[in-house]
């Protein structure tokens, strides 16, 4: 199935969670989550199925001053 990540489209299992798909992009903490502009805090990535035409963010802290 295709969902979005960050703006690109990816094909991915039917299956797949969250925790699955971090894992797999190489994503690396910190970081937050939102799915169709829904923030998914981090203890229900693993439990949290991603479906088609998923929107999803993946946001990483910027420091500066």
Same mark, same amino acid.
């Given at each position: 199935? #295709?969902?979005? =990540?960050?703006?690109?489209?990816?094909?991915? &299992?039917?299956?797949?969670?969250? *925790?699955? =798909? =971090?894992? #797999?992009?190489?994503? #690396? *903490?910190?970081?937050? !989550? *939102?799915?169709?502009?829904?923030?998914?805090?981090?203890?229900?990535?693993?439990?949290?199925? =991603?479906?088609?035409?998923? #929107?999803?963010?993946?946001? &990483?802290? !910027?420091?500066?001053?």
């Amino acid at each position: 199935m #295709q969902v979005f =990540l960050n703006k690109q489209a990816r094909t991915i &299992s039917t299956t797949m969670t969250v *925790a699955e =798909l =971090l894992l #797999q992009e190489k994503f #690396q *903490a910190p970081f937050a !989550v *939102a799915i169709n502009t829904n923030f998914i805090p981090k203890n229900m990535h693993a439990t949290t199925t =991603l479906h088609e035409g998923d #929107q999803i963010e993946v946001i &990483s802290p !910027v420091t500066g001053g």
